[in-house]
Nanobody, 125 residues
């Protein structure tokens, strides 16, 4: 089992920045990949970014590329999402997730076994 605890959400104006953190504990040696998803009411959970746990190879969706950066710290066992130049359309509940399997379907929420509780990010215009 892996436990994930998120922090860092909040309310900011458009153009502002937020830093989301996710602390992992438990059987972290099993983690292959970490990711951030987001969800707004009435819509499916959307993949935002992922990072290889050992390789640190990262990928971001086009909508956030050049504004968001995913990173991980193996020593601290944390996954971070630095979000800059935030836009109202970034408003959502953000979830961190980790997978203990290696698959090419990194954008599919079903491959991530462990999830954080979610943190609300609200961007005002």
């Amino acid at each position: 089992q892996v436990q994930l605890v998120e922090s860092g959400g909040g309310l900011v104006q458009a153009g502002g920045s937020l830093r989301l953190s996710c602390a992992a504990s438990g059987l972290t040696d099993r983690i292959e990949r970490a990711a951030w998803f987001r969800q707004v009411p009435g819509k499916e959970r959307e993949f935002v970014a992922r990072i290889g746990w050992r390789t640190a190879v990262a990928y971001h969706i086009d909508a956030v590329k050049a504004r968001f950066t995913i990173s991980r710290d193996l020593a601290k066992k944390t996954i971070t999402l630095q979000m800059n130049n935030l836009k109202p359309e970034d408003t959502a509940v953000y979830y961190c997730a980790v997978s203990d399997i290696f698959t090419s379907d990194y954008a599919d929420a079903k491959v991530y076994r462990y999830w954080g509780q979610g943190t609300q990010v609200t961007i005002s215009s």
